[in-house]
């Protein structure tokens, strides 16, 4: 279908094209999963609150018939979640609160020293809260930067290429080059590596297959 073009603005290729497209039927997007921040790790109150209710689930919740370990290990994974989840929302809701009071308390030093510069009692009151105001930037960058260097500290800035070989290097084949059943004594026999092998894997649907090994 032709498209109209107003006034005296002429037609071009260059123009550009906006599309807008939604599959039928979608589902709404959720609010996504959530992560708990590292850096709340290294808070007190998170640890000694943590650690008091992993002990009073575990307490409340014994292992038991209808309760296996492994339930009872994803409902408490469940239970941290929303233990960590709440304790965020507090901290970061009270984190707020204090940075609108101390941004509050800086303004108005600042507009009371600017009515009596030579006061100094208006001064002091200044450098306090700015003092005040600059450490807490100081923490909030402490968190973002925990936040930010979690990868950086294992791998450092390295290159895409870098990812990529570390990825293929995790799908390589291993080579057992010798295997010892003590230090100091390795198995000779081809068939001695067979059966120490197949003990270590008795139950377990594996396909051994060892091509070109040397002992």
């Known amino acids: 279908m032709p498209t109209k073009i107003p006034g005296n603005i002429k037609p071009s290729d260059h123009y550009g094209v906006s599309l807008s497209v939604s599959p039928a039927a979608a589902p709404p997007r959720g609010p996504g999963v959530w992560a708990m921040p590292p850096s709340i790790i290294t808070h007190a109150a998170f640890k000694t609150i943590m650690a008091a209710q992993i002990q009073a689930f575990m307490l409340a919740y014994p292992v038991s018939q209808t309760a296996s370990r492994a339930v009872r290990w994803d409902q408490l994974k469940a239970h941290i979640q929303d233990v960590a989840r709440n304790y965020c929302s507090t901290f970061h809701a009270d984190r707020t609160r204090q940075l609108r009071a101390l941004r509050m308390r800086a303004s108005q030093a600042r507009v009371a020293y600017l009515a009596d510069p030579t006061s100094q009692p208006a001064l002091d009151q200044l450098r306090h809260t700015a003092a005040h105001l600059q450490q ?33 290097q995790r799908q390589q084949a291993t080579v057992l080059t010798s295997l010892q059943q003590q230090p100091g004594s390795p198995m000779a026999d081809l068939g001695d590596v067979y059966s120490f092998m197949a003990r270590g894997l008795q139950g377990r649907q594996t396909n051994l297959r060892c091509a070109g090994t040397t002992a």
């Open 136 to 168: 807490h930037r100081q923490q909030q960058a402490a968190t973002e930067a925990l936040r930010a260097g979690v990868l950086l500290h294992e791998y450092g800035d390295q290159s895409t290429y870098y990812f990529h070989h570390l990825h293929r």
